[in-house]
T-cell receptor, first 113, second 111 residues
């Protein structure tokens, strides 16, 4: 019963490198989300996908791109990593009904030097 | 900008006492309200959801909602050291149904 699976769990990058964070859910959820969480701050929405084939910007989209590959998978790409993108990244999914809660993956801890 | 406000804490409560966590929100049209628990270094975990005014109880946890005052709270009875965590309040944005998150309250249960 995996729920939401994120890979990798940890990553260290150099400034200017690119990478893709992977997220997959096995709950047949329609909506998926990418958040970042910085110390002392709440979750900030980067991008979301309300359904397969759609993506929308959240509160802090600059420097990121996303792909909703299929209903299960939603990836987050950093094209040219910057130290300001050092953070913990969480993927979440939700059935798609506004009354349903979001379920989170374990997170990716990303450091950019 | 729509906001959810929580006291950052830390809130220190003796073991066995009642812990009371509070959250206020600005979006008067919000319909769904959630409390998540987040242990240090872990991901948020849903512990309570509430949708209508009043109280909702689940074991040692009680969520209270007052839409007129735009206030939602979480009570934890018989607090245990394992309840020590950061508690996040989340509220749906009435314009797009996304969640608006508070920054969280750090709760410490002292043995």
């Amino acid at each position: 019963n995996a729920g939401v699976t994120q890979t990798p769990k940890f990553q260290v990058l150099k400034t200017g490198q690119s990478m893709t964070l992977q997220c997959a859910q096995d709950m047949n959820h329609n909506s998926m989300y990418w958040y970042r969480q910085d110390p002392g701050m709440g979750l900030r929405l980067i991008y979301y996908s309300a359904s397969e084939g759609t993506t929308d910007k959240g509160e802090v989209p600059n420097g990121y791109n996303v792909s909703r590959l299929n209903k299960r998978e939603f990836s987050l790409r950093l094209e040219s990593a910057a130290p300001s993108q050092t953070s913990v990244y969480f993927c979440a999914s939700e059935a798609g009904d506004s009354n349903q809660p979001q379920h989170f993956g374990d997170g990716t801890r990303l450091s950019i030097l | 900008q729509k906001e959810v406000e929580q006291n950052s804490g830390p809130l220190s409560v003796p073991e066995g006492a009642i812990a009371s966590l509070n959250c206020t929100y600005s979006d008067r049209g919000s319909q769904s309200f959630f409390w998540y628990r987040q242990y240090s270094g872990k991901s948020p975990e849903l512990i309570m959801s509430i949708y209508s005014n009043g109280d909702k109880e689940d074991g040692r946890f009680t969520a209270q909602l007052n839409k007129a005052s735009q206030y939602v709270s979480l009570l934890i009875r018989d607090s245990q050291p394992s309840d020590s965590a950061t508690y996040l309040c989340a509220v749906t944005d009435s314009s797009n149904y996304q969640l608006i998150w508070g920054a969280g309250t750090k709760l410490i249960i002292k043995p």
